[in-house]
């Protein structure tokens, strides 16, 4: 099996075919993608579930799109 560095395609391997699995390294790349709290700054930030973005720093929490924060 290739596998390339730029994917993360973990755990879904060769199933689905090549669109939706184009479809999941988009999605998960925005999911995995570091971001910045806006209350202290801190990277700590992330989705603890779907919509719902938080801070593990200071706690700060945020609705938001289901796979980004929209602001
Ligand atoms: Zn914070």
């Not at 395609?9 to 390294?25: E, I, Q, S, V």
């Amino acid at each position: 099996m290739v596998k390339s560095k730029s994917s993360s395609l973990k755990g879904l391997g060769a199933k689905y075919g090549l669109k939706p699995r184009k479809k999941f390294t988009a999605v998960h790349r925005l999911l995995k993608a570091k971001r910045r709290c806006v209350e202290c700054g801190s990277t700590k930030f992330g989705r603890v579930a779907v919509g719902i973005w938080a801070c593990k720093k200071c706690g700060f929490k945020i609705a938001g799109m289901a796979y980004d924060v929209k602001v």
